[in-house]
């Protein structure tokens, strides 16, 4: 008799601390992603408007290489495997002004970043 007392005994207890675990050892707890913010509305006038497509005019067969940054590109700051090739159309999808030039962000090989607005052309 005493056995299956001491057995439901333990069962209770196991069942006990499992409805009140947090599960965090089995379980780690992760980070909330924070929501993106929605690209400012630019306070200045620009060629192309958000939302508008676009078309990548390049020369040659070199790619147009996209930015990490609304700035000139450099080796050092390209969007590694995003590069978009003439003739790409592509969506606006955030405008801001650097260094008196004008940049876009657009979306090439599912990854974003930024263009010059010299390397653009309006319609497809």
């Given at each position: 008799?005493?056995?299956p007392?001491?057995?439901?005994?333990?069962?209770?207890?196991?069942?006990?601390?499992?409805?009140w675990?947090?599960?965090t050892?089995?379980?780690?707890?992760?980070?909330?992603?924070a929501?993106?913010?929605?690209?400012?509305?630019?306070?200045?006038?620009?060629?192309?408007?958000?939302g508008?497509e676009?078309?990548?005019v390049?020369?040659?067969i070199?790619?147009?290489y996209?930015?990490k940054?609304?700035?000139a590109?450099?080796?050092?700051?390209?969007?590694?495997?995003?590069?978009?090739?003439?003739d790409?159309v592509v969506?606006?999808?955030?405008?801001?002004?650097a260094?008196?030039?004008?940049?876009?962000?657009?979306?090439c090989?599912?990854?974003?970043?930024?263009?010059?607005?010299?390397?653009?052309?309006a319609?497809?």
């Amino acid at each position: 008799m005493r056995k299956p007392t001491l057995f439901v005994l333990v069962m209770l207890a196991l069942a006990t601390m499992a409805c009140w675990s947090s599960d965090t050892l089995f379980i780690p707890p992760t980070a909330t992603v924070a929501p993106t913010d929605i690209p400012p509305t630019p306070n200045f006038t620009s060629k192309y408007a958000l939302g508008e497509e676009v078309t990548v005019v390049t020369t040659g067969i070199a790619p147009l290489y996209i930015t990490k940054q609304a700035e000139a590109p450099t080796r050092s700051n390209r969007v590694p495997n995003a590069a978009c090739y003439a003739d790409t159309v592509v969506v606006i999808e955030g405008i801001q002004q650097a260094g008196g030039e004008t940049y876009y962000q657009v979306t090439c090989n599912n990854l974003s970043g930024w263009v010059s607005e010299t390397v653009l052309s309006a319609g497809r």
